[in-house]
């Protein structure tokens, strides 16, 4: 059973950066898919982006050029920068099989493909 522990979730201006941490537990984490989702108030979960076990990556299209997504060791985490308002939500840390497909694929139903999610963390962006 893989536990996920997200962090670095924070309130902050516009134009400001942060960096979410996802801290995984109980399976070594290179054997994964992770990935970071978002879901704003009133709106569907979104995937922001994802790195499979070989170390690829899919960045939203939406958000490349101010997101990116890293891995070291058991810890995933989340660059942003260039925040806006439009970026307040809840974002979740996720892990699943392998995920060849861009993280877009990954909506409505098909986000269940990863099975382990954190409990959140909540990054709010003030204008």
């Known amino acids: 059973q893989v536990q996920l522990v997200e962090s670095g979730g924070a309130s902050v201006e516009s134009g400001g950066s942060l960096r979410l941490s996802c801290a995984a537990s109980?399976?070594?984490?290179?054997?994964?898919?992770m990935a970071w989702f978002r879901q704003a108030p009133g709106k569907e979960r979104e995937g922001v982006a994802r790195?499979?076990?070989?170390?690829k990556i899919s960045v939203a299209d939406s958000l490349k050029g101010r997101f990116s997504i890293s891995k070291a060791n058991n810890t995933l985490y989340l660059q942003m920068t260039s925040l806006t308002p439009e970026d307040t939500a809840m974002y979740y840390c996720?892990?699943?099989?392998?995920?060849?497909?861009?993280?877009?694929?990954?909506?409505?139903?098909?986000?269940?493909?990863?099975?382990?999610w954190g409990q959140g963390t909540q990054v709010t962006v003030s204008s």
């Open positions: 109980g399976h070594p984490a290179t054997y994964f898919c």
């Open positions: 790195v499979d076990s070989d170390g």
């Open positions: 996720a892990a699943g099989g392998v995920c060849p497909a861009p993280i877009e694929y990954y909506k409505g139903q098909r986000r269940h493909f990863f099975q382990h």
